[in-house]
């Protein structure tokens, strides 16, 4: 398949510069698009065979469900039930990197959904975004990279995993928060986190109050049933392997990397207790958004790097961190000394 990119400014466009990305969105094709949690991969979310296409592209289990993206809140109340209770913390957090798990209102194609009765739906805030669900109508979108590694923050991470195997690729430059939506089940009496990410549990408790937080967002482990995508299946790992570590391991963790041929992954703060060769940089502690922003990137570098193996300090799971520990619990596995 030849697949055909486009450069688009995200903040200086025209509605026609997507014309023929709608088009094949339409038509039953796959388009990958800008975001700004990762880049997705969208096709209609009423056309079975276009979504089924998804998953064959990606690899992608077929008990993950999808996210339905639309371009208003009007959209989001045309395909699911909202309790009028939400209305006011659903338009506070919209547009933006959040995912609403909700019952279904109309019947979507039981490969978006996994065969429930629920549906995850978004409102993206990102421009490019925003435009393509107007003109296309809903879209079917997880992360536009091959299932397992890690998501993608800028056209070359998905020209990378999906170059000839999808119609059109979108590149509109990097994501602004580099890690995937926060999704929250709203279709309980309280709501549930079911993935972290850029809208902290906090700024979420601001907002609804009491919210349950499961142990298997604590954990990152895996549940039988994803209800949202991230909660069963190894997620977001380079193909070299990847350890955490914790403060009291570092200097045996040290000497464990300069006899494998290992790198250090850590905040600009951290530079300072490795070995100068050995290090690439995550963000800053200080700007702890700086962090979530480059994981996925960092780790697709490592991949890329001559070193066999990389090893990363565990953070403090508060705020923004926690989401990158979630993501990081499922792409590496504890260190063994």
């Keep these: 398949m030849k697949t055909k990119i486009l450069k688009i400014d995200p903040l200086d466009f025209d509605e026609k ?20 949690t990762v880049y997705g991969l969208g096709a209609s979310a009423f056309k079975e065979n276009a979504v089924d296409n998804i998953f064959k592209v990606k690899g992608r289990a077929k008990d993950n469900p999808l996210i339905v993206h639309v371009d208003s809140f009007e959209k989001l109340l045309e395909i699911a039930e909202v309790d009028e209770k939400y209305f006011e913390a659903i338009n506070k957090l919209t547009p933006g990197p959040v995912t609403f798990v909700l019952k279904q209102k109309v019947n979507l194609p039981k490969n978006v959904t996994a065969g429930l009765k629920t549906v995850g739906v978004r409102i993206p805030a990102h421009p490019v975004a925003r435009k393509l669900c107007k003109c296309a109508g809903l879209i079917a979108a997880p992360s536009a990279n091959l299932s397992g590694k890690p998501s ?5 991470a998905v ?25 929250i089940d709203l279709t309980s009496e309280i709501p549930i986190i079911l993935r972290p990410g850029p809208i902290t549990i906090e700024q ?12 298997f967002v604590i954990d990152a482990s895996s549940v039988e049933n994803p209800k949202a995508p991230g909660m069963k299946y190894r997620h977001y790992a380079p193909e070299k392997p990847v350890y955490r570590f914790n403060e009291v391991q570092r200097e ?8 494998e041929n290992g790198v250090f992954i850590c905040p600009e703060e951290h530079k300072k207790f490795y070995p100068d060769d050995r290090i690439m940089i995550l963000g800053k502690l200080s700007e702890p958004y700086s962090i979530a922003q480059n994981l996925f990137k960092v780790l697709r570098e490592f991949d890329r790097s001559n070193f066999k193996v990389a090893f990363i300090e565990a953070f403090e799971e508060k705020g923004i961190l926690l989401s990158v520990m979630n993501r990081l619990k499922k792409a590496s596995v504890e260190v063994e000394l």
Excluded: Y
């Design 17 to 36: 510069d997507l014309i023929e990305a709608c088009n094949v969105i339409k038509s039953g094709g796959l388009v990958a698009f800008p975001t700004e």
């Design 152 to 156: 993608p923050t800028d056209s070359q």
């Design 159 to 183: 020209i990378e995993d999906l170059f000839g195997k999808i119609d059109f690729i979108i590149d509109a430059g990097s994501s602004e928060f580099g890690l995937e939506s926060t999704i």
């Design 204 to 215: 979420l408790e601001s907002i609804f109050g009491k919210v349950e937080i499961p142990q």
């Design 252 to 259: 045996k963790v040290i000497k464990k990397a300069i006899s």
